[in-house]
């Protein structure tokens, strides 16, 4: 008998060790912390500093002068800018350095993504009016009560309204906005792009962002406005306004 009860339990043990993480909760940490930055869960709030980590169901929320910058398990980089706020939904890490799903629900303020060693349909970002499909990508998030703005650095993503309306932005630079009305999509030479562009705060200064999460680059794309170096605070003039927008992933493939 207590040999069949110990093959049992090393039976037991030797399957659980074996047992896929595929629904096992990843966490993120704080890399980069400026003041007035709090994780909240059930209606309790916890200062944020460097090295904390936040999880699944904290909803991020910074004020006037705060600033988070998050590394998740799968290298995905997140930004969260002042006055914003963020809920990460869910979290599923398929192995110790990619993810089965990341959820983010964006509730509004600035932000920047970029996106870690996931496969390309783990990853989708819901705002008050749109839904974003990520495709292996860095972008500019600037969500509002009745608008979403997205500026593409590299990849491509699908925005789409409530509605169901979406484009695709598949080209550097390239401008989508999602209300509950429409859904544009603004390309590099449109006229039209350069007063959106501005909006973007981390196109026009990343001085105040670590090295990982900056893109290169990224200053030209706002047009017809002075904006910043990529790598500092400041003010440059623009560069390559007539230069022929540069597609990266046009083709969106089936979840």
Known sequence: MMK???????????????????HAAGEGTAVGVNPDAVARLSSTDRLLHVGTDVSVGEMIITGSSGQVQIVFDDDTRLVVGPRSSLLIETYLMATS???????????????RFI?????????????????IAVRGTEFDLVVEPRITRVMLYEGALLICNNAGDCEVLDGQCEVGTAARQQTLLYQRLDPARAPLSVQFRYARFQGGLLSPFRVRGAGSCVEDNPVADPGSDTPAT?????????????AFGKN
């Open 4 to 22: 069949q009860f110990l093959l049992v339990h090393l039976l037991g043990l030797c399957l659980s060790l074996a047992a896929p993480a595929a």
């Open 97 to 111: 350095n990619t993810a089965q799903k990341l959820t983010i629900n964006a509730l509004g303020g600035s932000f």
């Open 115 to 131: 996106t870690g060693n996931s496969p390309k349909p783990a990853y989708s970002i819901n705002t008050p009016t749109a839904a």
């Open 238 to 250: 623009p560069q390559n306004r007539t230069q022929t927008p540069q597609v990266q992933n046009p």
